[in-house]
């Protein structure tokens, strides 16, 4: 999902600069060093790839969620069961990310021993982004899958009332030579906060973003706002959607739909679940040669003919992974709307925020 930054009057920031900005922030807000400063990674990468709205965008609300006592600061996950390639992890209602980093790891170290592993990570909260997950199985020459249970902006297929989640998921292939597959989506056309952004703006939602309250096609911002996102696909998103909820929000004992919350009142706490798997790569094929033929199909993709208008075709992920070696190099592109809210978490946990102005 690439954000709708460009709407904004925004700044650069470098790269550095912006994760030991984000490292206060989290520490102020009670996490220990460790944390704070994996949680400033996954933000500047998010924000890196052009994800704006699980980026530094949200940080306020994590930082408020925190302080409120939403979100456990001291929170440690560990593993509480453990049968074959199973494994249990209770966050013990830490910072989503935090929770599904722990799980992630876990899985990893799992897979080398049984070959394929998957950690239901359970008492958790909203973990961002799916992309940066896994890239930690790729890192270590394996296959990654993840997903999460999320809040209903969706409504069964022929019906009207919110009960599905958009419920992403991520899945990160190891190449050689070539740019990885690294692909993070959900299941509706588009995410809720942008139509917000549309609605703030007063411009017209682009079709096939939104039905109205009774389930018709709208380009209305106000009506997108009180109705439902469009699924991606029709039917087919929404059946994604369901399944892909139920299988993360039951397996990691969370919620689901609306017992997850709303979207005005938020998510209850500790109530998300994220699944975390990886797949060892050399259980199956020699790790080399699998990476030769994802170098093999992704060149086969990159020669294939363009339809009209197009300049390139690309893998799933690549447009993020190029953004994000741009704005390494030239720095993070950063609303001003999210830096005001940026500074006003700073005020609030005593974090010098000036250098934002």
């Avoid at 980026?55 to 593993?79: E, F, M, T, W």
């Avoid at 007063?202 to 997108?224: S, V």
Wanted: with cysteine.
């Amino acid at each position: 999902m690439v954000g709708y930054q460009g709407m904004e009057q925004e700044r650069r920031i470098p790269a550095d600069s912006l994760h030991a900005f984000h490292r206060d922030l989290f520490a102020k807000a009670g996490l220990n060093d460790e944390h704070a400063d994996l949680m400033a990674e996954i933000v500047v990468h998010t924000d890196a790839r052009g994800i704006y709205s699980h980026g530094s965008q949200a940080v306020a609300g994590y930082i408020d969620r925190l302080l409120a006592g939403k979100i456990n600061p001291k929170g440690q996950p560990r593993i509480e069961r453990e049968q074959g390639a199973v494994i249990i992890v209770d966050g013990d209602c830490a910072m989503g990310h935090i929770a599904s980093v722990y799980g992630m790891r876990a899985a990893i170290h799992r897979a080398r021993e049984t070959g394929i592993a998957m950690a239901a990570v359970c008492n958790s909260n909203h973990c961002g982004a799916m992309s940066y997950y896994p890239t930690l199985a790729m890192e270590a020459d394996m296959v990654g899958f993840c997903s999460t249970n999320a809040l209903p902006p969706m409504a069964p297929w022929g019906g009207v009332d919110r009960i599905v989640g958009i419920n992403p998921i991520g899945v990160g292939i190891p190449s050689g030579k070539e740019t990885p597959i690294l692909l993070d989506i959900s299941f509706a056309n588009a995410a809720r906060g942008k139509v917000a952004v549309h609605f703030q703006k007063g411009l017209p939602l682009p079709e096939g973003w939104a039905f109205d309250a009774e389930g018709r096609p709208t380009t209305d911002p106000a009506e997108g706002m009180k109705g439902l996102l469009q699924p991606m696909g029709g039917p087919k998103g929404v059946g994604l959607g369901l399944v892909v909820g139920v299988i993360s929000g039951l397996l990691t004992k969370a919620d689901y739909g609306t017992e997850l919350g709303s979207l005005e009142a938020g998510a209850n706490p500790g109530r998300d679940g994220q699944l975390m798997m990886a797949i060892d790569i050399a259980a199956f094929e020699d790790v080399a040669r699998f990476k030769e033929r994802v170098d093999t199909i992704v060149r086969q993709i990159h020669e294939s003919r363009p339809m009209t208008g197009v300049e390139r075709v690309l893998i799933p992920g690549e447009p993020e992974i190029e953004n994000e070696k741009r704005y390494r190099r030239e720095g993070i592109p950063i609303a001003d709307v999210a830096l005001k809210a940026l500074a006003g978490a700073a005020a609030k946990v005593g974090v010098d925020a000036d250098w934002l102005h």
